[in-house]
């Protein structure tokens, strides 16, 4: 075969190729791209293979010398991307930019007592995990059948401040293809909001469906709607929101190297995408809507503190003298602070990584960092000695977060049994966490921590424990009400009281939440305090109830 006419089979086979792995592997047109010039190493194989499958026959007649003289200049082509990743990577390193890596961050110094005063109940901070909102997500939706057959609950939980209260979400997504394809001119009917606070969780029907999700295909598939859209973009974290109406968005984050060509990759700009319809909107940074609350992710935020930590004083300090070197611990939670989601871990020194020297949180949205100098246990000691509290009963701490109990840096926490329920709240001194109260309430768990802090001194006899009443949901509704009929209803093993008074209404709560409710009877007279739920106007979620005293 003539070598044109080689060239011209093999560029043509190869371009097939190529279009195909674009298809699929979606990467970024963009110099800064280090999957870009990966894949461009891979086309210039697979030319070079096909190139040479077809010179075989030739051989025997021209020689293996002869057949590859043409094959010089690709190798030179493909030399050129492996430099470029090479030499790319090097000059980009924490090596030769330990200053560069160290100032990507501005760390401003707070007062722990100023920007978290004490309060009553926490209401503002996640104290569920992924893990247990997956449970209570799938529970709510155990009565839906015919959403549960063609749909699954998605399991990257995102944490939101929705109408000022911690919320995390998640979309339903398709089962497989054929689920897919069966559904999607339905396309994806709701999500699943859970409360991390109140330990509930809700599903709520969408009024207009989503189209592109990361479990469609093909040209539905969000990932590839995204990169024709933007083919230039890396993208980063990409999280699942809603806005204050309720609308369902994607938020993605667009990165950029802020050292050398591939070095401390951040986020510069923000997509905000539609899954209804397919519009986004491309924004600065700066310009991002305040009701966004995910354009940075934990592991980023921890990941450049840690540099902003550890290389200050040079690369061979990091290594070697560790002089001033400190880390963030190895987790983190979320705070809601004023209209912002916010993360929050630990640092530790390197050199002894089993006591904290501070903590620091995050702005989710913008990438703003606080440090607060209290020196105390680190976050997994605190869980242990939680966890040791009520070692008969096996639970298992979450990763807990920060608050101020009468003027003391405090860990809260939840204890969950094997199943995952919310079983105990905790609450450990971060000073000194030998101290460690418990209740199945925070009110209880609370009360009891005060009463540890004075009986060792820590605080006056005459501290009185603060008002324990929790701010309830914005559209919280009260009602004084007549039972008129009770039903239980078991669902994903947890039970759950329906109230039906004089209207035909119905008030629902899990009865692991208040036993009280036992005592309810027929003709009994109830103040309640309660809120709409999305599935049906009939029902509602009770906040909290008591005996109505008036109307009796």
Known sequence: MKKGTKIIIASLITLIIAAIGFYVLLPAINVFNQELWTYIIMVAVIWSVIYFLLGVKDLKSVGVKESLKGMKVLGIVIAIPVIVLIVGNIISSTFFNAEKYSQIITVNEAVFEEDMPESGLVTNIALMDSDSAEMYGKRAMGNLADVVSQYQIGTSYVQINYKGTPQKVVNLEYVDFFKWFNNRKNGIPGMVMVDPVNSSAEYVELSTPMKYVESAYFNEDLHRKLRFSYPTKIFGNISFEVDDEGKP?????????????????????VIIFNPCDGSSELYALADVPAWVDNVFT??????????????????????????????????????????????????????????????????????????????????????????????????????????????????????????????????????????????????????????????????????????????????????????????????????????????????????????GVLLIDDGSKLAVKYTDTETNEKIKNIVSWSFDEVSS
């Open 249 to 269: 968005y994607y938020i993605v984050a667009c990165m950029t190297p802020r050292v050398g060509i591939f070095g401390a990759y951040d986020v510069n700009e």
């Open 298 to 515: 934990g592991t980023l935020a921890s990941q450049k503190y840690d540099w902003y930590g550890t290389l200050a004083n040079g690369f061979w300090n990091s290594i070697i003298g560790n002089k001033d070197c400190k880390v963030t611990t190895d987790d983190f939670g979320y705070i809601v602070i004023e209209d912002d989601v916010w993360f929050f871990t630990g640092v530790t020194s390197v050199s002894n990584d089993e006591s904290n020297i501070g903590f620091i949180i995050s702005n989710a949205r913008t990438g703003e960092y606080k440090f607060y100098s209290v020196i105390g246990a680190e976050e997994y000691s605190a869980m242990n000695a939680a966890e040791g509290a009520v070692q008969e009963k096996g639970y298992v701490a979450s990763f807990p977060s920060l608050i101020n109990a009468s003027g003391e840096a405090t860990y809260i926490m939840v204890l969950k049994d094997k199943g995952g329920l919310v079983k105990l709240y905790a609450l450990v001194n971060v000073e000194n966490y030998s101290i460690v109260a418990t209740g199945t309430t925070q009110a209880e768990a609370k009360e009891a921590y005060i009463k540890l802090l004075k009986e060792e001194g820590v605080l006056d006899n005459n501290v009185e424990i603060p008002e324990t009443t929790p701010d309830l949901p914005a559209d919280t509704k009260e009602k004084s009400i007549t039972v008129s009929q009770i039903r239980f209803l078991t669902i994903d093993g947890e039970s759950y009281i329906y109230i039906k008074d004089t209207e035909g209404v119905f008030y629902k709560l899990a009865v692991a939440e208040d036993e």
